[in-house]
């Protein structure tokens, strides 16, 4: 007993002896958890630069999102991925952008203007070689719409945020297409062979299609040329009002310390303001004819005819218009679409106005009187007036965002127009040849009959569309 009892007290000593110096060792201080520092994302898919959430101290966040239980923010300002506060939207308080425009626009409706026809003269009675409707008739111009083409401009556009919330704004645009300039132009020598020029018109004297020769072969030589232009332009002021707004500067569906720094959201806006816009149009047919001596014994041997119609139409449209526009953002691609409608009152303005010269081979003035054919003392002068009018618009743009504060993009426009007057609605296709002024000097007809052609307002709407591309400007 004494044996076994020395020896268990031996054992437990030993043990002790053998595990004290492991105790008595100093323990190795523990790795902090401290906060990581704060480090750049580089990211290409994102925009602006981004501070690393810290493990230990993680950034406030807001909104109940999956692994966190902070709460959301208010939707005037969404809190800044950085510093917990900022505007929901792209930065930057001010902005300008510039865009190239390649538009096209509806074509203005004229009727045949110049025509051709058979060199054979007409039984007595008959229709003058290139009049509507006689066999052979060709329109070499007009009977469609004309300016229909793609028009290039531009639009410039500038505006600024009133408070740091970016909820109330201001922005002001630009835009015009043309000028244009389009020019048709046929001459005929008169010699044999030649072709016949002519402008169709439909007689009121007669009740028949009839035309005006300029060249025929063996009696005449002569040109035409129709040339027609149009300005379109348009500014606008706005006041931007935010509706709705949604930003989440990360990735929602992981916890804070492992989510992407992934940007999305979306802004609604309301816009109203006044809205201009001024179209000016001009449609001029000009012709000269030199008539083959001894066609015309007498005074007019050998004389030129030089004469013109000209047709000047202006529409200044002065109104309010109101609308929305909605913006929609990932990391650095973007997309906005807008619309908005003004209502007003076109001021409108026709002037018609025309006139012939007969000069003899020597140059001397034979006579000079207004009008030629289309244009005449019956509907020649000045004509306004004042009409209500609509002119929705209708954008949708595709971006990216190259930097913090720029960024490009390129879009489609629609616009529509009502109630505008333009040059070939103001034309009357119906004359009393025997007024036109060289019926009766040339070849002795005297005016008798009603007064034709007169002016008549024809308003129509007028659309234009294409594409825009251009860039933007924040700071």
């Known amino acids: 007993m004494v044996v076994m009892r020395k020896t268990y007290l031996t054992s437990v000593f030993l043990f002790l002896v053998g595990v004290s110096p492991v105790l008595a060792q100093t323990p190795a201080p523990a790795q902090s958890l401290g ?17 690393a959430p810290s493990i230990d101290a993680p950034a406030p966040v807001t909104g109940t999102l999956p692994g966190d239980a902070a709460p959301c923010p208010p939707s005037c300002c969404i809190p800044d991925v950085q510093d917990g506060k900022g505007p929901c939207g792209p930065p930057g ?131 035409k040329t129709v040339s027609s232009n149009s300005f379109f332009q348009s500014p606008e002021l706005n006041l931007i009002r935010n509706l709705l707004c949604s930003c989440q500067p990360c990735d929602c569906c992981q916890p804070c310390e492992t989510r992407q720094p992934v940007v999305r959201g979306y802004r609604v806006d309301l816009i109203a303001g006044p809205r201009f816009l001024f179209l000016n149009e001009q449609l001029r047919i000009s012709e000269t004819t030199s008539l083959i001596p001894g066609v015309l014994p007498g005074t007019f041997d050998g004389a030129t005819i030089n004469a013109f119609d000209e047709f000047d139409t202006s529409n200044q449209f002065y109104g309010a218009q109101v609308g929305a526009r909605a913006e929609v953002w990932r990391n650095r691609w973007f997309a906005n679409i807008t619309g908005k409608c003004a209502f007003g009152v076109i001021h409108q303005t026709v002037d018609i106005n025309g006139g012939t010269r007969i000069t003899s081979p020597t140059g001397a003035i034979l006579l000079v009187a207004p009008g030629d054919l289309l244009a005449l003392p019956s509907n020649i002068g000045h004509y306004e007036r004042a009409v209500f009018s609509v002119v929705p618009e209708a954008n949708v743009t595709l971006g990216y965002q190259l930097t913090e504060r720029l960024r490009i993009f390129a879009g489609y426009t629609f616009l529509y127009w009502s109630g505008v007057e333009r040059p070939g609605d103001a034309i009357d296709f119906n004359v009393n040849s025997t007024r036109v002024p060289t019926a009766l000097p040339l070849f002795g007809i005297p005016p008798t009959g009603p007064l034709a052609p007169l002016f008549t307002w024809h308003p129509s709407g007028i659309w234009a569309m294409g594409i825009n591309v251009g860039a933007q400007l924040r700071f």
């Open 35 to 51: 906060a990581v520092a704060p480090v750049q994302h580089n990211s290409p898919s994102y925009p602006y630069p981004v501070l």
């Open 93 to 223: 308080r001010f902005w300008i952008s510039a865009e190239y425009l390649l538009w096209w626009t509806k074509g203005d409706p004229v009727p045949p203007l110049v025509t051709t026809g058979p060199a054979t003269f007409p039984p007595p009675g008959g229709p003058q070689p290139g009049a509507l409707g006689t066999p052979g008739t060709v329109v070499l111009f007009g009977g469609n719409d004309i300016n229909s083409g793609p028009s290039s401009g531009a639009r410039i556009s500038a505006g600024f945020w009133l408070n740091d919330c970016h909820t109330w704004g201001i922005e002001g645009s630009y835009f015009f297409l043309g000028p244009t300039a389009n020019v048709f132009a046929v001459s005929s020598s008169g010699g044999p062979g030649s072709i016949v020029l002519a402008r169709p018109f439909f007689d009121v004297s007669t009740g028949l299609q009839n035309a005006e020769l300029d060249a025929f072969p063996g009696l005449a030589s002569g040109s």
